[in-house]
């Protein structure tokens, strides 16, 4: 596993993949917290980053399927899915190598903005008012919703030969997931099971982990949404209907 | 016997891909698989390759079987798919690396200058896979299916697209390498099959129609040559050519 996970990530970081998509995370964000007036922290004038936990998972929403789209859609178009599936790795082996490839990739675009931190820190108005369980928290969850649709996108990648269509399944999926049991849990005729279609999605969970207490429940709920995703994938996988 | 194929069924659908086939390859003895196109052939060397399972019957190779202990036979099995996939965007030796660490090969650097010397891609080895000509190409394919150098080597179309001299070439390695392993080869040129192969079997329309030693598929159909033989067992409507 770990030698297709190594062949992964020099496939990225050898090619423009990697380079752009964490290029374009990091100007959006860049953009969105500290020069577009609507959205900056400099404009806003509280010590806090809450803009970019509430924009990231937008844009993670169009990343990561992009990242992901090429990983399994590629072997199968090029039938280099045959000479992997017929060396000694088991198909989980091959799910894991890809998945944690590209977890590595968002973590790598996650990491630089941990200056945004250092920067709200040094310019609160007393030095380091800001809260940084929260931060951390919110870091976590970030983490774990990119987890979530590193997951998501693996799968829509593994239904098709055509990287677009894996891309819109992906960036649809991640949607939905996100934000569509929110919207939901909001019409009328689920009024009394509503708070269980909202903790179905994603952004319950996330804005949870957020607030920088790390519950059990949030924990278990992005794993097994993770876990989820993997066995459909190596299902998919398995049947080798292409 | 390294190979042996019991009774073996594949169901496509409606279709019958391979239709309850039976035959045994040993060591050192160059099978040659034979068949018009659709006949059935790739679909055998997948489920040997254990890439596709099968519907029914069995199969084993190097004494294991596909369906039960389909890593050991992975470990133990050399595999060309046809058409040659092969990851474009990397390099010769570093695929080679890729390969070779996937089984795990001991001694890895100096095994796969004798890989590359062996294949004659010497010239090539520094080039990226996707900037070699077909020729090339092949020998990648056939070089990362015998860089672990396993006991049985199923290769299919291995020569298709060379010119003259890499097919004389080609062919010398694949003698040399029959001497020592089992090894199955399927391609469509008849003089190649009389050049090295010993053993022969003829599929047509999922069923098989021949399985002797060469020598003895000549004098049981009196013909000299494999390609009449060929063309009055497999051509549809009983087209002769004499």
Redesign the interface.
């Known amino acids: 596993m770990f030698t297709l996970f190594r062949k992964e990530i020099n496939g990225y970081l050898s090619s423009l993949v990697a380079y752009i998509t964490i290029g374009v995370f990091l100007l959006v964000m860049g953009l969105f917290l500290w020069v577009f007036p609507e959205s900056s922290i400099l404009d806003y004038g509280y010590a806090t980053m809450e803009g970019l936990f509430n924009t990231a998972p937008y844009i993670f929403m169009f990343m990561i399927p992009a990242l992901t789209m090429r990983t399994l859609s590629e072997e199968q178009k090029d039938g280099t899915f045959e000479l992997l599936a017929t060396r000694p790795l088991t198909d989980w082996q091959i799910v894991w190598g890809k998945y944690f490839a590209c977890l590595l990739i968002v973590l790598l675009a996650l990491l630089p903005t941990l200056i945004y931190y250092y920067a709200v820190y040094k310019l609160g108005a007393t030095e380091g008012n800001i809260d940084t369980g929260a931060v951390i928290g919110s870091y976590i969850g970030l983490f774990l919703l990119g987890g979530a649709f590193v997951a998501i996108g693996l799968f829509a990648s593994s239904v098709t030969k055509n990287q677009i269509i894996a891309f819109a399944i992906g960036v649809f999926l991640c949607f939905f997931t996100f934000i569509g049991f929110d919207s939901l849990s909001q019409l009328l005729s689920f009024r009394t099971i509503d708070s269980f279609i909202a903790s179905l999605g994603i952004n319950e969970h996330y804005q949870s982990v957020s607030r920088g207490v790390l519950d059990t429940r949030d924990l278990v709920y992005f794993l097994s949404f993770i876990g989820a995703f993997l066995v459909v994938t190596k299902t998919v996988l398995g049947g080798r209907k292409w | 016997m390294s190979i042996i194929v019991d009774q073996l069924t594949k169901v496509y659908g409606q279709q019958r891909a391979i239709d309850n086939i039976s035959f045994n390859a040993e060591p050192g003895k160059i099978l040659g698989f034979l068949g018009p196109n659709g006949a059935g052939k790739s679909t055998t060397m997948?489920i040997l390759?254990?890439?596709?399972p099968q519907t029914h019957g069995r199969a084993s190779v190097a004494g294991f079987d596909v369906t039960g202990q389909s890593?050991e036979v992975?470990?133990n099995?050399g595999?060309l798919?046809e058409?040659n996939?092969?990851?474009?965007?990397?390099y010769v030796k570093?695929s080679m690396e890729?390969?070779a660490?996937?089984?795990g090969v001991a001694n890895r650097a100096a095994r796969i200058s004798e890989v590359i010397d062996l294949t004659g891609l010497g010239v090539e080895q520094h080039k990226k896979i996707g900037a070699l000509s077909k020729g090339y190409r092949q020998r990648v394919g056939i070089a990362?299916a015998i860089i672990h150098d396993p006991k049985v080597l199923i290769l299919d179309e291995p020569t298709s697209g060379l010119d003259p001299n890499q097919l004389v070439e080609i062919r010398n390695l694949l003698k040399e390498l029959g001497k020592s392993k089992t090894l199955v080869l399927s391609t469509h040129i008849m003089q190649e099959v009389e050049a090295i192969c010993e053993q022969v079997v003829i599929i047509n329309k999922g069923q098989i129609v021949a399985n002797d030693s060469l020598a003895g598929l000549k004098e049981s159909h009196s013909k000299n040559s494999l390609e009449e033989i060929f063309i009055s067992l497999t051509s549809p409507a009983g087209f002769s050519v004499d």
């Open positions: 997948k390759a254990g890439f596709i890593l992975r470990r099995l595999y798919p058409h996939p092969l990851y474009l965007d990397m570093e890729f390969v660490n996937l089984h990362q």
